[in-house]
């Protein structure tokens, strides 16, 4: 994986953007030596970064890339937000450089919600892969607290009446069902607030467990561990821009 600089940028501001340090203590640490850019010790901070530039400092390779796309597991517990003054958030589940980059979720899992959370520094992506006319499918695997039977299914395809809306026909797979509890996998192309929890308590269940499963093209990578994080593959962006990029995905 190429660890160079993705973007032509002043090196003072591409070393705070890592959050090596604060702006003085970059310019400390440039005056004494630390840094290198392509070999070379580079001591002033107006000097420029291009692209494809390798950068040390202390001798270490620095991972020098501002644009990120990242599959989290989500686990429960942990807020779908950038910063909360009391409880944890995804973002403190990545290096601080990720959140110095911009890095931002894509949409909002429940606090109780697990599994794929994408986040990207593309705000642009990130816009289009929520944009309601792109009907971007996300499909998760629900548990609910009661049996589900053919009618659930068929009322789910028929778009489900909500308090203040109609939900977008849905694909309502039952997994296993017993009079105590069912297990189904749900494929929704909206992502209303609370919407799968929503839908199941239409039809009178109450969701126990939620994960998402997928988003678009991108799966919920089964090695990663609850917590656990890696960047996109190129194919996986490819995947994705593709995705997006028709005008209205179906
Ligand atoms: N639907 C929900 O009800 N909660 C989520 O976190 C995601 C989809």
């Given at each position: 994986m190429p660890m160079c600089a993705d973007a032509a940028m002043r090196l003072d501001r591409l070393l705070t953007t890592l959050a090596v340090g604060s702006r003085s203590q970059v310019k400390t640490m440039l005056r004494a030596g630390r840094v290198t850019v392509n070999g070379q010790v580079v001591r002033s901070a107006d000097a420029h970064v291009q692209p494809g530039d390798r950068l040390t400092l202390d001798q270490q390779p620095l991972d020098a890339r501002t644009t990120r796309h990242v599959l989290l597991n989500k686990p429960c517990?942990?807020?779908?937000?950038?910063?909360?003054s009391k409880q944890p958030t995804?973002?403190?589940?990545?290096?601080p450089a990720y959140r110095a980059c911009g890095c931002m979720p894509v949409g909002r899992l429940d606090k109780d919600t697990s599994g794929l959370l994408l986040l990207t520094t593309d705000g642009e992506l990130a816009h289009r892969l929520l944009s309601?006319?792109?009907h971007v499918w996300k499909c998760y695997e629900a548990t609910v607290d009661g049996p589900l039977n053919a009618q659930d299914t068929a009322a789910f395809a028929a778009g489900l009446e909500l308090s203040d809306f109609t939900a977008l026909p849905a694909e309502l797979e039952i997994l296993r069902s017993s009079p105590q509890e069912a297990v189904a996998q749900v494929r929704v192309r909206e992502g209303k607030f609370h919407q799968v929890r929503r839908m199941f308590a239409a039809r009178g269940r109450t969701v126990t467990a939620l994960r998402r499963l997928s988003l678009g093209p991108l799966t919920l990578d089964a090695s990663l561990q609850p917590g656990e994080y890696r960047e996109l593959t190129a194919q996986e962006l490819t995947e994705l821009l593709a995705a997006v990029s028709k005008e209205d995905a179906e």
């Open positions: 517990g942990v807020l779908t937000a950038a910063r909360d995804v973002l403190d589940l990545l290096p309601p006319k792109r």
